[in-house]
């Protein structure tokens, strides 16, 4: 069977496609209906070239020559490509725009404004302490759902974000990720790239503008185009080649990513770093400074002066379908019935395993639970999640950074996404954690066998650094179980407490303090020992609180008597009980 | 002209090679004289499974079917390919094995006492409390470099060396790293094969031991070798595939790697997990597992019963040239001798300026430095260092992992490196200066814009966890000088400070507050403000220093007094003084 296909909406092809050729069809031509005047996209990219120059001259600091290189996509996207509420960002239906190259902050608000979000006025507010439009984007913007700027993370948060539009909401939104050329020498683009291919991710459609030019010098490749193609290619993706200030290359492109069904797309945009900007354009020296007034005047009136004065009534291109609410996932409200099987004077049983039997049985509750693996699943016990909900399992392999990334997107989307790694390769992804801090994202990391007493394993498998890295993060949860009933229950519990968290846990097996009905809390500790003739304080947490308690049986032989804490909560501490505790034993200092 | 070569070394071919082709030869047919029976290549192969099953087995943990798998590569390198003085292995003229598959240790052990390194006994103490031969090697053991064990590291490490080689000894020094599969999904791997290609290291050859099997499951490339093989000649590789237990197979690839002249390269060795391993060959769930007694006694049978009982008569090929030390370059000793030209009330400076200008002193005096950059050059103002001595200026682009990876080879080949990027993307290669760290190496990581007085670019930008994450470290030395003169002087010292080092800098310009000739040392800080009457006492650290000093004059005027200290240095604390001082000012409370 031949069959030419038309179709109302670019959006339907890629479905069209893969549905006629299930049925053995093969396809011959395909048209959309759907475009807008390419003078329209030319000169929205003019208009976002002006803003770019005007909000950084008036800031006296930023990106102009960054944002320039990027008009023509960022103008494509914006006006033609992407299906969006201008209004409703965060809507669950709505295409996606990564910034990957944060620092080219100037245009995405300039694309947001003149999209209709807010006034082009406020760009002018740009850097300024009170304003929100930062020098990179944060989640203080409605529009921005990651803080960037820290480069190389915006595709691995892509990948989350196509994961959960593909695997999990079953929508037809596309994710777009913006990265610069100098950023593509991290590595992490490489785990994301692997990633998403293995898993077919046709949602998924990065570009990388070319500008050849770093902040300080050329980049490795420059304009070698071929071999970022190669390198693409090799990774499983569709890699096409275009002029990145060529609209109908663009848009030609961009269709071609909406065609493809089994693989996700780079587009490789050839651009100048400063294209439009007179006497600037494809200069070197020219990284993060802003043009000085009259400098920007001349290159503003040479801008306006390219402007077709086309129809200007734009209207964005809202999706097809649009579903109101952009949590996708709603939370069951059973997952706090149950309790956990371990018994005092029973087996002993390891922390990581306290929280993996919690995990599971959250599979059942939380639907949006959602684990992350970096190929230790049998040793942190997450393969019984696994088990329980394969579907919200995802592998990550050995590749810690993208699997924070991907957690953070997962996180934006409405999830809770429990990245779970031995605590010594959290430090591997330390970037990306600061940044998901910055963001406040809903994500839980589980860092197992950490500390010395993994043993014979050796120094290089200890993490030792896992709470002085989160507790440097700023608002985020820390907890430190000391057995697994505990370990249950912070797990149930991080999982309930929006923002970032992480849960440091053992390898060896211990005994049981806890009781199945005790109840724990964030910013809370447990008195394990106490008298009314104290003479010191113990705090105590994890594996050291064996170490306590066994202190506290030696000591009591000869009739001194010591406080013992189970901190529990490392951040928040629990600074009203240590004091209380530090007095009653007698070893409070208050200088005030 | 034509000639038909015949040399006596194989390491000579590539220089020959290379001579010819300058002077407009066509190289047609190239044969080496040295060989070693392939039977004897085959029974030490043999040998290491043996000594692999039989420590793993008496230590009752470990890999040995990830030893298993490379037991060929091994012996292939070892007692055929490499050349070196088991004895001397720290010697300049050696070829260097770096283990990046770190769990593998046990055969990298059996590799080195079968060299005659250490007698085999000693193998049965793998994993005991008191022995060097722990679960991950480590520097405590002469004949390891680096420890690893933390996956996807050991490339970076081998770039840096195979640089210092190429560029900084001019030895023909060969770098032999050897990987996992699994650890090939890490993202630096890929920011470390684009340098070298950049660099055209074709002294640096890679394996990866394609077994098939990570820890908890298949790859995800499995034995796609065709798809290993398009991705790293994409990145610049000579790339060959080999079966990784065929000895010839073997031999050729390294005879082949040792030819190429303008590129690295990669042996990608289809193997078995376990190979040799009777009923345990290519099957899951076998990672990290040692054989129990009666099965390891069954395995070691058929094992030996593979020994062809050859004439063990092996010597190891020693360099062909052998030169005594290991320290390849010697510090001058005038270093010390300039002071900084910043004067007390003069123009304001930022302290990393200060410390820019310290090191592009050092260039001239310490010929022991070398510069990393992660394309921020023009705002550490790095580049004058690369004006000073362009030669040991490396461009490091924006690939942070890499970058420490590349300095910890740089530290171990004599060198002190300075790996200088801004302080928030320190974080991105945490996982790196841990095992830098732990290796005790002497690198000096700098980072620059941090804290919050970065201001208008955001907090992406702003390095806040740096003191955090570089105290958590055991025996690092941070300093946080206030001033341009006192960043100067820290410079000096921690080039002359053996061991890590943490420098941290800020971006804005500040007052001078040291004369020239202050005098600064690690571990001691400033008191700069004092009396008899302190009623508080204020520690402050670099931009906070200057808001220290204004609270002193304000409280002045209210006839307040205050101690003000400049700490300087973070780690180690200045105790001594802070606790004297807090006395002086009333504040401080001992319970001892």
Redesign the interface.
């Known amino acids: 069977m031949e069959v030419a296909v038309r179709v109302e909406s670019s959006r339907r092809v890629a479905e069209a496609i893969f549905f006629l050729k299930s049925i053995g069809s093969q396809i011959m031509t395909v048209e959309t209906s759907e475009h807008v005047a390419l003078n329209v996209i030319e000169d929205k990219a003019t208009c976002l070239r002006i803003d770019s120059v005007r909000s950084t001259t008036e800031?006296g600091?930023g990106h102009p020559t960054s944002c320039a290189s990027a008009a023509e996509i960022m103008s494509v996207l914006f006006y033609s490509v992407m299906r969006y509420d201008p209004h409703d960002p965060h809507n669950r239906d709505s295409d996606v725009f990564v910034l990957s190259k944060?620092h080219a902050a100037p245009i995405l608000y300039a694309a947001w404004a003149e999209a209709g979000a807010f006034p082009r006025e406020r760009l002018l507010t740009l850097?300024?302490?009170d304003s929100d439009l930062?020098?990179?984007p944060?989640t203080l913007l409605p529009f921005v759902d990651v803080?960037?700027?820290?480069?190389?993370q915006g595709l691995s948060v892509g990948v989350g974000m196509a994961t959960h539009a593909k695997q999990f909401d079953h929508s037809d939104q596309r994710i777009f990720v913006l990265m610069g050329d100098?950023?593509s020498?991290?590595?992490?683009?490489?785990?994301a790239a692997?990633w998403a291919s293995?898993h077919k991710l046709s949602n998924l459609c990065a570009v990388i503008d070319i500008n050849r030019l770093?902040?300080?010098?050329p980049?490795?490749l420059q304009w070698e185009l071929e071999?970022y193609k190669?390198?693409w290619?090799?990774?499983?993706w569709q890699a096409l080649l275009v002029d990145g200030h060529s609209i109908p290359d663009l848009l030609g492109a961009f269709e071609a990513a909406a065609r493809v069904i089994d693989r996700p797309t780079i587009v490789l945009a050839r651009t100048l770093k400063g294209k439009g900007l007179i006497g600037i354009e494809g200069l070197e020296g020219w990284h993060g400074k802003a043009l000085d007034k009259p400098t920007a005047a001349k290159v503003i009136a040479e801008l306006e002066s390219q402007l077709s004065g086309a129809d200007e009534d734009w209207k964005p291109h809202l999706p097809v379908t649009l579903r109101s609410s952009s949590q996708t996932t709603a939370k069951s409200d059973t997952s706090s019935g149950e309790n956990p099987p371990y018994v005092i004077g029973g087996e002993e049983v390891a922390t990581r395993k306290g929280f993996a039997d919690g995990l599971a049985a959250l599979a059942n509750t939380d639907p949006r639970v959602v684990v992350l693996?970096g190929?230790?699943?049998?040793?942190t016990y997450t393969?019984e999640f696994k088990k329980a909900a394969p579907d919200r399992f995802l592998?990550g392999?050995?590749?810690e950074?993208?699997i924070i990334g991907m957690a953070m997107g997962l996180a934006v989307r409405g999830k809770v996404p429990f990245a779970s790694l031995f605590s010594?390769?959290v430090?591997?992804a330390?970037?990306f954690i600061?940044?998901a801090a910055?963001s406040q994202l809903n994500l839980k990391i589980v860092g197992t066998h950490c500390g010395v007493s993994i043993g014979?394993?050796?120094?290089?498998?200890m993490g030792?650094?896992d709470l002085?890295?989160s507790?440097?993060?700023p608002d985020f949860t820390v907890l430190y179980p000391a057995d697994a009933t505990s370990a249950w229950k912070a797990t149930v519990i991080i999982a309930e407490k929006s923002g970032p968290c992480y849960l440091r846990l053992g390898r060896p097996k211990s005994a049981i303090l806890y009781d199945p009905g005790e109840q724990f809390a964030i910013g809370k500790c447990k008195v394990l020992r106490k008298s009314g003739k104290d003479s010191a304080l113990v705090v105590a947490g994890g594996v050291t609180v064996f170490e306590a308690l066994a202190a506290y049986d030696r000591l009591q032989r000869d009739g001194i008597a010591i406080r013992v804490i189970d901190l529990f909560s490392v951040q928040p501490i629990d600074r009203d009980e240590l004091i209380a505790s530090a007095h009653a034993a007698n070893?409070y200092?208050d200088?005030r």
């Open positions: 800031a600091s944060g850097r300024k302490i930062e020098g990179h944060t803080a960037t700027g820290s480069l190389g100098g950023e020498a991290e590595g992490s683009i490489w785990e692997q293995l770093g902040q300080s010098q980049t490795t071999i190669a390198r290619e090799a990774f499983g693996d190929d230790v699943m049998n040793s393969e592998e392999y050995i590749a950074q993208n010594c390769f430090t591997r330390y970037d600061r940044l910055i014979e394993d050796g120094p290089t498998q030792l650094e002085a890295m507790c440097a993060q070893g200092c200088h």
